[in-house]
């Protein structure tokens, strides 16, 4: 999630986790130029990075 001139944004990014840099790891990833997020945020900005569990279906006959 991004907070730029338009608002709160959220967009589906996939990340990676490379735990060998920093402190506590970075997050990497990656987005075409072309994307309107790349426009929505600098360098340093501060972002949201929102992670969904594992799901599953529970039929209502359980």
Known sequence: MTHGA????ANHVPFEFD???GEHGILRAHVARANLICQ????GSDVLV???GAS???SPTF
């Not at 338009?6 to 944004?9: C, R, S, T, V």
């Not at 929505?40 to 360098?43: N, T």
């Open 56 to 58: 599953g279906y529970i």
């Open 19 to 21: 735990g060998n840099q």
């Open 6 to 9: 338009n608002g709160l944004d």
């Open 40 to 43: 929505e945020i600098g360098s």
């Open 50 to 52: 929102i992670f969904q």
